[in-house]
């Protein structure tokens, strides 16, 4: 079956940088569509440039951020994901699906792993912070909770990148979508899946003991800059003109 992997990205410095490291890695993965979707009103050259560069089959398709939520603690990422299933709906009719942020780190076995999910798949998602990892807890088999740094009242306390879903789960569940409501993104994305039986959900990575994915971030240098001054690659772009 099909993997369909949904990466929002953003313009900043790290951009070609990410993109060309998650890139490298899904080049190990076959039978793979990546969706490379990016907050912006439009295409990059540069973009483009590098995707038909690294040479995964991919769509580069567009998902700007509503003004609205473009200020304070913002839901990144949120336009881009739902374009993604935008994308699916019309487009795909097996598979699975999976939300991979273009800065994460991913060892390339929990894409097979993840292939083979019937309805929803779960796994821990390592952190690289004191806390160490987000994870379901798996006791004989079963759910027995949930571990994470912050718990926040939330039903799914899982990461965005600790769970798939099959396409043909996605098109028995029409309404599911990825909400603009900072830090509740995953929980309420599962919650609008529901009905989700205890029975519906795999625990992927040995019952959830193993780590395949790690939520890391490069660092920033300097102040961000607003969305539409990201002079570094108007820059780089003279360099490919050259
Ligand atoms: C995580 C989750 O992936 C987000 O869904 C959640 O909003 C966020 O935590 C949070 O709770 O604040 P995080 O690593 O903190 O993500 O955020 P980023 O990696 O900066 O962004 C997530 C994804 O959205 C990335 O793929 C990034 O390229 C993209 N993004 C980010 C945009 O498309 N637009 C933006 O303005 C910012
Ligand atoms: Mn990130």
Same mark, same amino acid.
């Given at each position: 079956?099909?993997?369909?992997?949904?990466?929002?990205?953003?313009?900043?410095?790290?951009?070609?940088?990410?993109?060309?490291?998650?890139?490298?890695?899904?080049?190990?993965?076959?039978?793979?569509?990546?969706?490379?979707?990016?907050?912006?009103?439009?295409?990059?050259?540069?973009?483009?440039?590098?995707?038909?560069?690294?040479?995964?089959?991919?769509?580069?398709?567009?998902?700007?951020?509503?003004?609205?939520?473009?200020?304070?603690?913002?839901?990144?990422?949120?336009?881009?994901?739902?374009?993604? @299933? +935008?994308? *699916?709906?019309?487009?795909?009719?097996?598979?699975?699906? %999976?939300? $991979? #942020?273009?800065?994460?780190?991913?060892?390339?076995?929990?894409?097979?792993?993840?292939?083979?999910?019937?309805?929803?798949?779960?796994?821990?998602?390592?952190?690289?912070?004191?806390?160490?990892?987000?994870?379901?807890?798996?006791?004989?088999?079963?759910?027995?909770?949930?571990?994470?740094?912050?718990?926040?009242?939330?039903?799914?306390?899982?990461?965005?990148?600790?769970?798939?879903?099959?396409?043909?789960?996605?098109?028995?569940?029409?309404?599911?979508?990825?909400?603009?409501?900072?830090?509740?993104?995953?929980?309420?994305? @599962? +919650?609008? *899946?529901?009905?989700?039986?205890?029975?519906?959900?795999? %625990?992927? $990575? #040995?019952?959830?003991?193993?780590?395949?994915?790690?939520?890391?971030?490069?660092?920033?240098?300097?102040?961000?800059?607003?969305?539409?001054?990201?002079?570094?690659?108007?820059?780089?772009?003279?360099?490919?003109?050259?």
């Amino acid at each position: 079956p099909p993997l369909y992997i949904i990466t929002p990205t953003y313009r900043r410095p790290e951009q070609l940088a990410e993109l060309t490291r998650l890139g490298q890695t899904l080049k190990h993965v076959k039978n793979l569509l990546w969706l490379v979707i990016e907050d912006a009103y439009d295409w990059h050259p540069l973009v483009t440039h590098i995707l038909d560069r690294i040479g995964v089959p991919y769509v580069y398709l567009l998902a700007p951020m509503p003004e609205q939520y473009r200020k304070g603690y913002i839901p990144r990422g949120v336009s881009n994901r739902n374009r993604g @299933l +935008e994308y *699916l709906r019309a487009n795909a009719t097996e598979g699975v699906f %999976y939300f $991979a #942020d273009d800065d994460n780190t991913y060892d390339i076995s929990l894409f097979e792993e993840m292939r083979y999910i019937q309805k929803v798949g779960m796994w821990p998602v390592g952190l690289v912070t004191s806390t160490g990892v987000s994870s379901p807890i798996i006791r004989n088999g079963k759910l027995d909770g949930y571990y994470d740094g912050w718990i926040g009242g939330r039903k799914y306390p899982i990461d965005m990148a600790g769970f798939a879903v099959s396409v043909k789960f996605l098109h028995e569940r029409p309404n599911a979508k990825v909400p603009f409501k900072t830090s509740f993104e995953e929980t309420l994305f @599962l +919650e609008s *899946l529901e009905p989700l039986e205890r029975s519906d959900i795999e %625990y992927l $990575a #040995d019952e959830c003991t193993d780590i395949l994915v790690w939520h890391t971030q490069s660092v920033k240098n300097g102040p961000a800059k607003p969305f539409n001054e990201t002079l570094h690659n108007d820059t780089n772009l003279k360099y490919l003109e050259m």
